[in-house]
C-alpha cells in the first residue's frame, strides 16, 4: 500500500514538473512573437533608438562611396531586362528630367552613406531624418497594411514591429535580475515604392519592389552602440535572386556632424 | 544540480513521505531545471552558409591588390598592407596561415555552429567551424569563466566567451594571433579583440563583427554578413583543412620575403587607382575613408569611367546568365 501511495506521490511530481516544462518548451519553440498589446510602439520599444547615427562604409565601398562607371553591376543579381535598363541609363538626361533622387528610394536609402536622426513623430510613428539626399522615412507601427489608395512614392510605405523574444531566459530569475539590454529586433516591410536605383549607374528596381529590413541594436563591451540593417529586396522584375545588404550606423554624441545635401546622379 | 541528483531528491522526498514544504522545494528545483532549458536560448546549431550578396565580387576573385578603402588603418597598418605579397603564401610554412574569428564577417564561407554541453545537457559552449579557415574552432563559452592572463597562449581560434541577450549571441575574442583582414594583406596584430553579434531571426542569421586594434587599427573596423541555415549537407564532414605542399618550380624559392621600402607603394598596389580612377589617399584605407564626409574630398579628385566595365562587372548567377553576353552599344 505504502509502495503504491509512493508511486501516486511521483506520477503527481511527475505531472508537476511536466506542466512547468511544457509552457517554456512552447514558447521556446515559438522563438519570437511580436508585440501587439494595447501600448504603443513607444513603450514598447526594447531599446531607444532616437538620436544621431552614423553610417561607416567598410564593405562595398567602391559601389558606395563613389558612382561606378557604366556596366559595373556586380553585387547585384540583375536579369537581362535591368542589365538593358541601366546599359541604356544616362545620368545627364535623368537630371534634366529632374529625377536625380532615383538612387535614394526605399529600396537602397539605408545603403548610401549618410546620417539618420531618428525620432518619434508619434507614439506609434517613427521618423527617420536622412540628411543623404533630404530623405525621410517613416516606420508605421500601428498598421499592418499599407491604406487603401496609398499612392506609390520614394520611400514607400512602412509597416514595423517590435520582435522580442517571447522568453529571454529570465522566467526564473529573481526579481532583482538585470534586464537584457538590446534584446528584441525591429522588422520593417515596405511596400508602394516608385521606380528607382538601386545603383546610381542606372540599375533599376520596379514598383513591385518589396523590401525587408531587421534592424539590430548591438552594444560592445565598451559601451559602443551599432544599428545594423540586414536588407533583403525582392524584384520579380529586375532581380533574379534576392539582394541582400547589410548597413552599419555608429551612434553619434548628438548632430554636429547633420550635413545635409541634395540628391545627385553624379556624385 | 543535474538531473540525476534532481530525480534522486525526488524519489528520496516521495520514499521519507515528505511534508508539503519540502514538496515545494522539490518542485522548484524542477522549476530551476527547466529555466536551465529555457536559457539555452535560440538555438544555433547546423550549417550556415553566407546569403548576403553585397560582396560577391571580392568573395569571388578577392579585393584588388592595395585596396584598403573603409578599412580604418593606421599608418603602420598601411605599411604592412602595402607591403603584403600574395607570393609569400608560396613559402611552405605560410601556405595554410589560418584566419582570425572575424572572417566569419569577411569571408565568403559559412560555418557550423554545434553546442557542447556538460553532464547535466547543458549547454557550456558553442563551437563555430569550418574547414576553410584552416585552424582550430572557436569555442565560445559560455559558462561565465573568465578570459585568462594576457600572457596566456594565443591561437588563430583565440579566446572567446558569449552571452545571450535577447535572441543574440554576443561574444567577445581574445588571445589571438597575427592575421589578416582581408585577403589583399592588411595586417591585424595579436592584440586585437573581436566582438561577433549573432542574431537569429527563423532560419537567418545576421552577423555583425567588430575588430579592434591598437597596433594597425585607428578606429573599430565593423563589418556585417548575413547567413541562411542550409537544409542539406554542406560538406562540413569532408577533411578539406589545407595542406602544405611543395611550391612550384620557378615561382618561388621557397624562402621568398617581400620587400618594399617605406613610402613606396608597389605599382601592382595601385590596381584600383588604374582601373577606376580612385585617389591613392583613398585606396590606402584610413578611418576618414569610412565615414560619409570623405565623399567630399573624394568629388575634386575622382572623375568616373567612362569606358564600359570590362572585368568582374556581374557576380553570382548574374555572372553567367546575364554578363556573359555582350554589352549594348
Not at chain 1, 27 to 45: G, K, M, P
Not at chain 2, 276 to 283: F, K, M
Request: aromatic share 10%.
Amino acid at each position: 500500500m505504502a509502495m503504491l501511495a509512493s508511486l501516486v506521490r511521483l506520477m503527481g511530481l511527475a505531472s508537476a514538473a511536466a506542466l512547468c516544462c511544457l509552457p517554456i518548451r512552447a514558447q521556446t519553440r515559438t522563438r519570437t512573437s511580436a508585440v501587439n498589446d494595447t501600448s504603443s510602439a513607444q513603450a514598447q520599444a526594447p531599446y531607444d533608438l532616437q538620436g544621431y547615427w552614423v553610417s561607416l562604409v567598410t564593405q562595398n565601398w567602391q559601389f558606395r562611396m563613389i558612382v561606378p562607371g557604366p556596366g559595373e553591376y556586380a553585387d547585384i543579381p540583375i536579369n537581362q531586362q535591368a542589365k538593358q535598363f541601366a546599359d541604356a541609363w544616362k545620368a545627364a538626361a535623368e537630371e534634366a528630367s529632374g529625377r536625380q533622387c532615383e538612387a535614394y528610394g526605399g529600396a537602397v536609402i539605408m545603403r548610401l552613406p549618410e546620417r539618420l536622426h531618428i525620432h518619434w513623430h508619434d507614439a506609434n510613428l517613427l521618423q527617420v531624418d536622412i540628411d543623404s539626399g533630404l530623405q525621410t522615412r517613416l516606420l508605421h507601427f500601428a498598421a499592418t497594411a499599407a491604406p487603401p489608395n496609398e499612392p506609390v512614392n520614394l520611400q514607400g510605405y512602412s509597416q514595423a514591429r517590435w520582435v522580442k523574444l517571447m522568453n529571454s531566459g529570465q522566467l526564473f530569475a529573481p526579481p532583482s535580475a538585470p534586464p537584457n539590454p538590446d534584446a528584441g529586433s525591429l522588422e520593417v516591410k515596405t511596400d508602394h515604392l516608385q521606380p528607382g536605383l538601386l545603383r546610381k549607374n542606372g540599375v533599376p528596381y520596379s514598383s513591385r519592389t518589396r523590401v525587408r529590413e531587421w534592424w539590430d541594436l548591438r552594444t560592445e563591451p565598451t559601451g559602443q552602440r551599432w544599428l545594423s540593417i540586414s536588407t533583403r529586396v525582392v524584384d520579380p522584375q529586375y532581380l533574379i535572386d534576392p539582394y541582400l545588404y547589410d548597413s552599419i550606423f555608429a551612434r553619434e554624441a548628438d548632430g554636429s556632424k547633420w550635413a545635409p545635401s541634395p540628391c545627385s546622379l553624379r556624385f | 544540480m543535474g538531473p540525476i541528483t534532481l530525480l534522486a531528491e525526488v524519489l528520496r522526498g516521495v520514499s521519507m513521505k515528505s511534508s508539503r514544504l519540502t514538496l515545494g522545494i522539490t518542485l522548484c528545483a524542477v522549476q530551476a531545471l527547466c529555466s536551465g532549458i529555457v536559457n539555452a536560448q535560440v538555438d544555433l546549431s547546423g550549417n550556415w552558409v553566407v546569403e548576403s550578396t553585397q560582396e560577391q565580387r571580392i568573395h569571388g576573385s578577392g579585393p584588388f591588390p592595395g585596396n584598403f578603402a573603409g578599412i580604418p588603418l593606421n599608418e603602420q597598418g598601411r605599411e604592412g598592407g602595402f607591403a603584403y605579397s600574395g607570393d609569400q603564401h608560396e613559402e611552405l610554412y605560410r601556405q595554410c596561415e589560418p584566419w582570425s574569428v572575424h572572417y566569419i564577417v569577411a569571408g565568403p564561407w559559412g560555418g557550423r555552429f554545434t553546442a557542447m554541453r556538460d553532464a547535466s545537457g547543458r549547454i557550456i559552449a558553442w563551437q563555430l567551424s569550418s574547414p576553410a579557415y584552416d585552424r582550430l574552432p572557436m569555442t565560445i563559452w559560455m559558462d561565465g569563466r573568465p578570459h585568462p592572463s594576457s600572457q596566456a597562449l594565443h591561437t588563430y581560434a583565440g579566446f572567446t566567451t558569449g552571452q545571450w541577450s535577447g535572441n543574440t549571441l554576443a561574444t567577445y575574442s581574445t588571445h589571438l594571433k597575427d592575421s589578416y583582414l582581408e585577403r589583399n594583406g592588411p595586417p591585424v596584430s595579436n592584440r586585437q579583440t573581436v566582438s561577433l553579434f549573432f542574431t537569429r531571426h527563423a532560419d537567418e542569421l545576421m552577423v555583425l563583427g567588430v575588430v579592434r586594434d591598437p597596433v594597425y587599427l585607428e578606429a573599430p573596423y565593423a563589418l556585417a554578413q548575413d547567413f541562411q541555415l542550409a537544409l542539406t549537407d554542406t560538406g562540413e564532414e569532408v577533411p578539406l583543412y589545407c595542406q602544405p605542399a611543395e611550391v612550384v618550380e620557378g615561382l618561388s624559392d621557397g624562402f621568398h620575403t617581400a620587400t618594399v621600402l617605406p613610402d613606396q607603394i608597389p605599382a601592382a598596389q595601385t590596381q584600383m587607382h588604374r582601373l577606376y580612377g580612385i585617389p591613392l589617399d583613398a585606396t590606402g584605407g584610413g578611418a576618414a575613408t569610412m565615414y560619409p564626409e570623405f565623399r567630399r574630398r573624394l568629388q575634386a579628385e575622382y572623375h568616373p569611367p567612362t569606358a564600359y566595365c570590362r572585368q568582374f562587372c556581374c557576380s553570382g548567377r548574374s555572372a553567367a546568365l546575364v554578363c556573359s553576353r555582350p554589352a549594348q552599344p
